[in-house]
Each structure stands twice: as C-alpha cells, then as structure tokens.
C-alpha cells in the first residue's frame, strides 16, 4: 500500500470512532500565548544594543532561566540557530516589563492543556476535563465550543462547567512566544526549519500550581474519564518542585487504581534533577512522548552521552539511534508506549502489537499538517483537507534504513519484543504556525490509538 492510501483509511478509521472515546483528563498548564513574528533588522538592533558578545555566548548554551535581556536574546538566538525549539521561565520583571513593551502580533490560547482541550473537545467532540490554573476573562474567551469542561466547586459539591461559564476574573499567565520560519536570517545564523522560542512569564504554571479543585477531588474527576494526559513539568526547578511532585505522584495513584492510562507529554527540561525526578515518574504512565532534543536530555541522565550526542548529529536524526534510545528508556521504566515525533517523521515503540498504533501517528501526522496549513483546524472535516500536502520525501532514507536494520513492512518492525511503529510526515512548505503542533500530535495519536481500539 501506498502512504497516501494509509493516510485516508487512517484517518477513515478515526473519525468513525473518535467520539466513543469516553473522556479525556487534561492537566496541568493552561496558559494565554502572545506571537511575536520575529524581523531579522529588529532582532539584530535589539541584540546589539543588549550586547552581542553576551548574547551569543548564551546562544551557544542556554541558560537554566531567563533573569537578563541577554539571556532572552541568546535563547532566542539558540532556537534560531538549530531550528529547534525551546521554553524558558522568564524570573526578571524588568525582562517580562521588556517583552511586554516589545509586544506581540496575535493572542492565542496557550499551554498544553489549553492546546489539546481546544483540540479534542473543540474539534474531535472529545469530552475533556481540563486543569486551568488562572481562569482569567480573557482565558476563558480563548476555548472552543464544545465538550469542554473545568471543574467548579459550589456549596461543596462539584461541577463541571465551560470556562465560560466558570465566571472568575483570575490572572491572565502569558507566554511570548517568538516564531522565525524555515530560512530566517540574522547575522550570520540561518535557520534550518521554522520553529520558535518561549519565554515564560507566569507564576503559576512554572512552578505547577495545582488548583484546590483538583487536590480535594481529584479521584471524583478521574471518575469521569477513561484517559489522561499530563504535561506542563518542563518549567519546575531543583528548588520548586518537591510540593508539585507530591501531589502528581499521588494523582498517578489514583489513575492507576482505576485503570486510566495516563500519557505524559515530555517537553525541553533545563533542569537536570527534574528531569531525574520525571524519571522516576514514568513507571506510573502507559505513554511518554518526547522529540529528539528531549529524549537527548533524557539519555544524558541515564548516563547514555554517545546515544544522546547520536540524536543530535544528524538532520533528519538517525533513527536507529532514536530506537537504541527509546528501548533503553522502555527497558529502564516499563512504560508500555514511546511516541518520538520529530520534523519528518515518528515512531512508536509499544510492548503491544498492531496496525491500530501506526495509524493513530498517521491521524496525527495529517492533524498536524492541517494545523500548519490552515492555522486553525475548526472540524475533524478540516483534517482531511491536508491529505493533498505531500508526504516527506526525505524520510524515505530514513525508511529504507529502518528497512535494513529491522526488517520493517508498512511501517511496522519487531524489534526486541517491542513493536516499532514508523511513520514518514506530511510537511507543509509554508506553515501559517508552528505553535501548538507538537500538542495536536501527541493528543492526536494517544487519543486515536485508544479509540481504534
């Protein structure tokens, strides 16, 4: 079969049965995203008058937080330069007092939460719970029509209620988000693909503030769902994240009492001990899903450096070396899916067989590519409207060498009692954004996998 013809009775699949998927519990972070479409002229200006040397030595190697304009530039700088992206908490306020002076070209509902609730329940009529740690006005404005629900507690019992009807005028948490496509010069950097860079300016979601809600019923809202995806630990420090820790532990708990498979979506960690301490999460998660640079950073804290070196050398990364890396991180914690999705291509790693696992990264890939084409997807009709972007002609190498080094057919290998599942992407030439992909591919695949079931 042709990857075209995988695609459409993939995505045939999906949309047939997507909606018997029972509920979907979606925490922790929620926020409210400020674009900035980057200029080279503005940004060369910007950081020469910061003090190039400075900014540079920072694009080199990221610092663990933004507390000086210096690091903002250098992490963005460090972004454009690998065409990867990266996500930092911004602690200075003369730095947030500056970005906000800098200001931005559209507001967009933000966080993982945020992304995924508008995506499943807004568009795929997935009912979904979501944790939203500030219920602003203008928060609440940003989420869809549809399933969509927070909980709410009213003479003590509790609610579920659309965020518009949660009537709360709390904090807005706002993230500038820089974006640069594929092609973007400045200075003498150009980057290899559009991608963009985060500067977190929140108190809440960097350091996981968990809502009351949740803490005082967390097992009566896990009662209502049959699947659960946790994000947003990527900000937290050696110095703020034993509380938070604790409490999604015990959150793990619950879900695993009940038989709910969590998913945890990984995203850049700076944090070394946080990254130990997510770690030693993953036994209690079904599914992780991560990119190269974040399984990279994983790999370094199991003490595998040349695996993690292997998965930055190479455009597009080598994906034997990304198997290598996926089995010692299954093998290390037991969890049960291992979803890597970089630009190009995915795979899956599951200790469970079947078609069903490849054609949710298929239903994925083409939800990404309608995002990146369209800028909104508004319907699960919309999705299909990506069929006609090209599938990636360079991943046919990548193809041929999982081919040669696993006997790989349509997409699916054995390889040490695992399966591996591989999937070539549909690359949109011009994407209106690449905010929120990552997030739609995730979702997509956890969520349609289980619903193929």
Not at 27 to 43: F, G, M, S
Not at 82 to 95: I, N
Not at 302 to 318: F, R, S, Y
Not at 433 to 447: K, L, N, P, Q
């Amino acid at each position: 079969m042709t990857w075209d013809s995988l695609y459409s009775s993939a995505f045939e699949g999906i949309r047939k049965s997507i909606e018997k998927v029972g509920g979907v519990l979606l925490a922790y972070n929620t926020n409210i995203d400020a674009i900035r479409y980057l200029d080279p002229k503005d940004l060369e200006e910007r950081v020469e008058k910061a003090g190039r040397e400075e900014v540079f030595r920072y694009s080199e190697e990221l610092p663990k937080k933004i507390t000086s304009v210096q690091h903002l530039f250098g992490g963005i700088l460090w972004s454009v330069r690998r065409g990867k992206a990266a996500e930092l908490y911004v602690e200075s306020c003369p730095v947030r007092f500056y970005m906000k002076g800098w200001g931005w070209d559209e507001l967009r509902m933000g966080g993982q939460v945020g992304i995924m609730a508008n995506l499943l329940g807004g568009v795929y009529n997935v009912p979904v719970i979501a944790h939203v740690p500030q219920l602003s006005r203008l928060q609440a404005e940003l989420f869809k029509e549809g399933p969509i629900y927070v909980p709410k507690a009213e003479n003590g019992e509790l609610r579920l209620v659309h965020p518009k009807e949660f009537q709360a005028d709390e904090e807005s948490c706002i993230h500038y988000i820089y974006e640069f496509p594929r092609g973007f010069r400045v200075f003498n950097f150009e980057a290899p693909r559009e991608n963009r860079f985060i500067a977190s300016a929140d108190d809440y979601n960097p350091n996981v503030y968990i809502r009351p809600e949740f803490k005082e019923a967390f097992e009566e809202i896990a009662g209502k769902v049959e699947l659960a995806i946790i994000s947003g630990l990527q900000a937290l420090t050696e110095e703020n994240y034993r509380e938070p820790m604790e409490t999604i532990r015990g959150h793990l708990e619950v879900l695993n009492e009940k038989g709910i498979p969590a998913h945890l979506e990984f995203a850049f960690t700076p944090d070394e001990k946080v990254r130990e301490e997510i770690l030693k999460l993953l036994p209690h998660f079904w599914s992780v899903g991560l990119n190269e640079v974040e399984l990279a950073s994983i790999m370094e804290v199991l003490g595998e450096k040349v695996i993690a070196e292997k998965l930055l050398a190479h455009d597009p990364v080598d994906p034997v070396a990304v198997t290598e890396a996926m089995l010692k991180l299954a093998e290390k914690t037991g969890v049960r899916r291992i979803h890597f999705h970089t630009y190009g291509y995915y795979l899956a790693l599951t200790e469970y067989r079947g078609k069903f696992v490849r054609d949710a990264l298929l239903f994925a890939a083409l939800a990404a590519a309608a995002k990146a084409k369209l800028g909104d997807v508004r319907s699960i009709d919309d999705v299909v409207k990506a069929m006609d972007v090209p599938v990636n002609e360079k991943a046919r190498a990548v193809e041929e060498k999982l081919v040669a080094e696993y006997g790989m057919k349509d997409g699916i290998a054995e390889v040490n009692g695992y399966q591996l599942a591989f999937i070539p992407t549909k690359i949109v030439a011009k994407p209106k954004s690449t905010v929120g992909i990552g997030d739609t591919i995730s979702s997509s695949a956890f969520v349609g996998e289980f619903a193929l079931r």
